[in-house]
């Protein structure tokens, strides 16, 4: 089960609903978003390998094996507003502190559906994880395939509850051609289901191929890694 508290008036308001991640991520995935509400939702883990942090607009979510009203009562003891609280670095220490999990940075989680057609791109399937961007999906994903083109590599998934994942990787010296934005394009239309994007908020260059190939941005995401 899950858990909701509304953080600004401080008292102890819960309601519980029968939800998972993933429900929250497939309705997001359909532009239904937790509602505004200022509030926290309390889900457990999809899996032992995943747990953090969900951000949506004026409701966070955390996904942790804990006891929510710990949960709770650290982003009440947070100091900076309820909002922003989840994505506090006190109150993501405190969790890494309980958890004896490691954090990488916060991202920004973007999302397209499925795209008809076959890629443009010339891809050849790759096999083992003997590229740098293959091996780190093998360590945070299943289900990893992985395709090289001239330039570049594609990389699909199964992440966080499940959902199906992308990442590329675009050598240096073929960048500011475009090809980056053709390899997510080519993504989609190897999917036949939703796609996420974990980008992190400073990598400007990646966000724009993204949104240009039509992903939108939905949240923020901080997992939570075991140490």
């Known amino acids: 089960m899950s858990a909701s508290v509304g953080l600004p008036v401080g008292g102890d308001s819960r309601s519980t609903v029968a939800e998972t991640l993933r429900d929250i991520l497939d309705a ?20 032992p390998r995943d747990a953090g942090v969900l951000a949506f607009t004026a409701h966070a979510v955390v996904f942790v094996d804990e006891d929510p009203r710990w949960v709770y009562d650290t982003l009440r003891a947070t100091p900076t507003d309820a909002l922003s609280a989840p994505m506090n670095a006190r109150f993501l220490a405190a969790l890494m502190d309980r958890t004896g999990r490691e954090h990488e940075t916060i991202d920004a989680l973007l999302v397209a559906g499925p795209l008809p057609g076959r890629p443009e791109l010339p891809l050849t399937e790759l096999t083992g994880p003997g ?3 293959v091996a780190y999906a093998h360590g945070r994903r299943d289900e990893v395939r992985a395709w090289a083109t001239e ?40 999917a036949d289901e939703p796609l996420w994007a974990q980008v992190a908020p400073g990598n400007a260059r990646s966000t724009r191929a993204f949104q240009a190939a039509g992903y939108v941005p939905v949240g923020a995401e901080a997992l939570l890694l075991k140490a």
């Not at 570049?152 to 240096?172: F, H, I, N």
Request: proline share 8%.
């Open 28 to 47: 997001a995935a359909r532009g239904v978003f937790p509602p505004p509400d200022g509030r926290t939702t309390v889900v457990p883990q999809p899996s």
């Open 131 to 133: 590229h740098s961007r």
């Open 151 to 190: 330039g570049g590599v594609l990389v699909l998934g199964r992440g966080v509850a499940g959902r199906l994942e992308v990442s590329v990787e675009v050598d240096e010296g073929v960048r500011r051609r475009g090809l980056g934005r053709a390899l997510v394009t080519a993504a989609r239309q190897l």
